[in-house]
């Protein structure tokens, strides 16, 4: 993870990009090369006097993290092919990147299949995995040749029959998500004693069921889940062809993170070699797995109120009011469950030390509040920064890649749509997506 002197493509990317100075030359880590990206970048804007929304946040997305990433999946679990889950983060350079892997892609929409499909791939590197979809998308699926696609009841059967006869199917079963961050299966999927009613049906409806799909929940905690999903999938592999279909591929869904990722792979890995032989061809679905750690986001403190308050012990409660909020691209601590923490970017203050200083400081806990006028708009009840942070601050926020700007609003009249600096700490990233070397 390391960048040295003699990375002359990532030097002259960076200093092309950047305008990094001489100075940049040293060995640095990945959070290094961000820190410094984030860190010219705001040191060039003039809070004072700059134009209105010139101190917007913005992103730095590191595409190297996504591609350590990859190699990191393919080291541990090589039987299974990634649709990258697009909803996550529909970046077109993630998606660029994606297909440049050779990944496929999982899409819930019309304009997700179409964003897919803008990176060139072919619609059967394509799956539309959302069980309960509306007719006129089945339609245009059909139109645009992406076949694959899930169900999981009795009435999106009969509104294939209608709009797309062809389409391979993913019987998609319940799974046990009880202790994931965010729950799918109180939505989606069928329980096993649905599940050979509903491949009798398509039997008879003359569809073509091509396999079976689950997802154990997003940001699961326990790898068993994976282990009970691959066993009931087994079961209803079976039932599929009992009914009388050729079933040939299982799709494990997405609930991968960055720091349980070899944990599950091995349990997963090892569920799939008992249940599942060579033959069958495995595929998964992930997406904060693939891009939560590669985007950071920097943050202006727009305001600051200093209020007496007896009931704390300093005396005093200190809060901070920064450009972005949970209508914004912190609408993952509301819908993907997250408390991101605030690290120092920039601080007028000299005293006030920044993560990668290591200088000691006097910690000071905040609480965080978004723009808008709405009380709700909180980003952090408690959070410590290292000294007194004042108004045209920038803070930072890491892995700030997944369920962040997808689901990002316009309330208050605020932009959803803010700046990304790519940038790619690895050679291999840059050399597929053509970053200047
Ligand atoms: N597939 C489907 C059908 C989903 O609903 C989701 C997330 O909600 C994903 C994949 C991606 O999940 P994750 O980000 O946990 O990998």
């Not at 970048?41 to 590191?62: L, M, S, T, W």
């Not at 006869?165 to 096993?192: H, Q, V, W």
């Not at 949970?326 to 030390?353: K, W």
Request: glycine share 6%; hydrophobic share 35%.
């Amino acid at each position: 993870k390391y960048y040295h002197d003699d990375s002359d493509s990532l030097k002259d990317s960076y200093c092309g990009y950047y305008g990094a100075n001489e100075q940049f030359r040293s060995k640095l880590t990945a959070k290094e090369l961000v820190f410094q990206v984030l860190k010219n970048r705001v040191d060039n804007i003039d809070v004072d006097r700059c134009c209105p929304g010139a101190e917007d946040p913005f992103f730095v997305a590191d595409m190297g993290e996504i591609y350590r990433q990859h190699l990191r999946w393919k080291m541990n679990l090589s039987r299974v092919k990634p649709f990258y889950a697009v909803k996550c983060n529909p970046d077109p350079e993630i998606l660029r990147l994606m297909a440049s892997l050779g990944n496929g892609f999982d899409c819930a929409s019309k304009a997700e299949i179409d964003v897919a499909l803008s990176t060139g791939v072919d619609p059967s590197r394509i799956i539309y995995a959302q069980p309960c979809k509306t007719k006129s998308y089945i339609r245009y699926a059909a139109q645009m040749g992406v076949k694959q696609m899930t169900f999981d009841n009795a009435d999106e059967l009969y509104k294939i029959k209608t709009n797309f006869p062809n389409a391979e199917l993913y019987l998609r079963i319940l799974t046990d998500d009880s202790t994931s961050l965010c729950r799918l299966s109180m939505k989606f999927g069928a329980s096993l004693d649905v599940t050979r009613p509903l491949l009798e049906l398509a039997r008879e409806l003359d569809l073509n069921v091509v396999g079976v799909s689950f997802h154990v929940g997003s940001g699961a905690e326990d790898p068993k889940a994976f282990c009970k999903a691959v066993q009931d999938a087994r079961v209803v592999f079976d039932q599929a062809v009992e009914v009388g279909h050729e079933p040939h591929t299982l799709d494990v869904g997405g609930g991968f993170s960055e720091d349980r990722f070899e944990r599950f792979a091995v349990i997963l890995g090892q569920a799939l070699d008992t249940y599942f032989p060579p033959h069958i061809r495995i595929i998964a679905e992930p997406g904060r797995y693939y891009v939560a750690s590669a985007f950071t986001l920097a943050v202006n403190v727009i305001a600051r109120r200093i209020i007496q308050d007896p009931m704390d012990p300093s005396g005093n409660t200190h809060r901070l009011y920064l450009n972005d909020g949970v209508y914004g691209n912190f609408s993952n601590t509301i819908f993907d469950h997250q408390h991101p923490e605030p690290q120092i970017l920039s601080c007028l203050d000299d005293s006030v030390a920044s993560p990668l200083s290591h200088r000691p400081s006097q910690e000071i806990a905040y609480s965080i509040w978004g723009p808008t006028c709405d009380g709700i708009d909180i980003i952090a009840e408690h959070a410590i920064l290292p000294g007194v942070v004042g108004v045209g601050d920038w803070l930072y926020f890491e892995n700030m890649g997944a369920y962040t700007r997808c689901s990002a609003t316009r309330f208050n009249g605020f932009t959803d749509n803010h700046e990304v600096i790519y940038i790619s700490s690895e050679a291999g990233a840059r050399a597929l997506l053509n970053y200047r070397t």
